[in-house]
Nanobody, 123 residues
Framework: QVQLVESGGGLVQTGGSLRLSCATS????????MGWFRQAPGKQREFVAA????????DYADSVKGRFTISRDNAKNTVYLQMNSLKPEDTAVYYC????????????????WGRGTQVTVDS
């Protein structure tokens, strides 16, 4: 059974930092691209960042480029999202997702999802 479990969310002041983790089990992590998505109240789920199976390729939404960094540790079956210079508009539930093969910005192409972790940025 595939499981993705996010952690590291919380309440932070504007300009602060958080590091999200997504621990996976039940899949061959090293053959899966990983993505982070977020969903704010009343909005559609949107792409945040993705990383290829080897960690050599990554992609970011324009809104987070230069502030967020995605990384992965294939030995620990875990993907991370380091979030710096947080803004109130980053407030959302953050989800990690796994996809066999290459990364994508489309949430519909990801097969497995975690339940999400809440990030709230207080102005």
């Amino acid at each position: 059974q595939v499981q993705l479990v996010e952690s590291g969310g919380g309440l932070v002041q504007t300009g602060g930092s958080l590091r999200l983790s997504c621990a996976t089990s039940g899949l061959t992590f090293s053959t899966h691209a990983m993505g982070w998505f977020r969903q704010a109240p009343g909005k559609q789920r949107e792409f945040v960042a993705a990383i290829g199976w080897s960690g050599g390729v990554s992609d970011y939404a324009d809104s987070v480029k230069g502030r967020f960094t995605i990384s992965r540790d294939n030995a620990k079956n875990t993907v991370y999202l380091q979030m710096n210079s947080l803004k109130p508009e980053d407030t959302a539930v953050y989800y990690c997702a796994a996809r066999p093969g290459t990364w994508s910005r489309s949430p519909g192409l990801y097969k497995s999802w975690g339940r999400g972790t809440q990030v709230t940025v207080d102005s």
